[in-house]
């Protein structure tokens, strides 16, 4: 019923394992084959696709659904309409910014220092040239097709290219001028096949399946027994996503006690439970959570 299209390149991996831990497991032949398919019967079409190309054939009527990064929907400034923001990107689950740099010994401290004739490459020119314009700022936008960082100072003066985790700008001795987009990685649809009833119910379940996937990430859940006269000191230190559910065991002075808690932290809390009085601790690994 709906066609789908992911994200080849930065996302992928992680589009992939995302998919897989929503139960939409995405099968093809091998990593180089860009058709796939999903044993889902809402899904009937999947295809993985650079992220740059994705928004426009979303606009288009070309695919139904499909993920790529705000930043891709800026620069391209198709009509397309958001299902939601996906918290994960290539490397974390933070997102990601489009910010504009230079080198860190420049003399320019914010963009309009930026002198008449500046030269700048970046994979983002719309955005660029619309950044600069509101900054009242000319200059010389120059296409890059990665490696971006690379041509400065030798190629061009100032780069506008994505960051995650900092580390390509430290290797290249660059410092933030400005951030121009925070982008996450989001689920987007066709116009016209989200306001078809069925499709747009069909989308709905699918972004259940993985935002309910994203939500268990990092989050575990554990379950115990403890003596009634011990109830207390337990609860008072059983972090949860809501309360705690206790229910009373069978033929004796007795309770069990689940919670979702995060996985960070659990280290010191299944010692500290123990010493409250918690005996039989269960920590199970959970796939969803779904509100
Ligand atoms: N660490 C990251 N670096 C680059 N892009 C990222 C990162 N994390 C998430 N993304 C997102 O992935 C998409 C990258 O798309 P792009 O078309 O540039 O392909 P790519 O994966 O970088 O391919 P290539 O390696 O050929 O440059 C963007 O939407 C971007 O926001
Ligand atoms: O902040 P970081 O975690 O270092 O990630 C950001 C880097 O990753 C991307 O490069 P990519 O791998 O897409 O290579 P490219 O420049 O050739 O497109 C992006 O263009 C930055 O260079
Ligand atoms: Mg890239």
Redesign the pocket.
């Known amino acids: 019923m709906l066609s789908l299209v992911l994200p080849k390149g930065?996302l992928e991996k992680a589009t992939m394992q995302l998919f897989d831990a929503a139960d939409l497991t995405v099968r093809r032949a091998s990593d180089r084959d860009y058709r796939a398919s999903i044993d889902d019967p809402r899904i009937d079409r999947v295809r993985v696709l650079r992220p740059q190309e994705i928004p426009t054939y979303l606009e288009q009527g070309l695919f139904d659904l499909g993920i790529t990064g705000r930043d891709w929907i800026t620069e391209t400034d198709s009509d397309v309409v958001s299902l939601g923001e996906l918290q994960y990107s290539k490397?974390t689950s933070n997102p990601v910014r489009v910010i504009m740099a230079v080198p860190e010994d420049a003399p320019w401290q914010s963009v309009s220092d930026l002198p008449e004739g500046v030269r700048i490459s970046t994979e983002f020119p719309a955005m660029t040239k619309r950044f600069l314009d509101k900054h009242g700022v000319k200059a010389k936008v120059v296409p890059s097709y990665?490696?971006?960082?690379a041509k400065v100072p030798d190629i061009v003066d100032a780069i506008v290219?994505?960051?995650?985790?900092?580390?390509?700008?430290r290797k290249n001795g660059l410092r933030i001028l400005d951030t121009l987009l925070t982008s996450y990685t989001e689920l987007v649809a066709n116009r016209e096949a989200y306001e078809d009833a069925e499709k747009r119910a069909a989308m709905e379940d699918v972004s259940l399946l993985l935002q309910g996937a994203i939500r268990a990430r990092g989050n575990v859940l554990l379950k115990l027994n403890v003596a009634q006269a011990d109830l207390r000191k337990v609860l008072d230190i059983m972090p949860s996503m809501s309360s705690p559910t206790v229910t009373s065991l069978a033929g004796g002075d007795s309770s069990a006690v689940e919670s979702v808690v995060a996985k960070r932290g659990v280290n010191t809390l299944i010692p500290a439970l123990k010493a409250a009085g918690a005996h039989d601790i269960l920590e199970i690994p959970i796939s969803k959570i779904v509100d």
Do not use: P
């Open positions: 930065s490397a990665g490696a971006t960082e290219d994505l960051t995650e985790t900092g580390s390509s700008l």
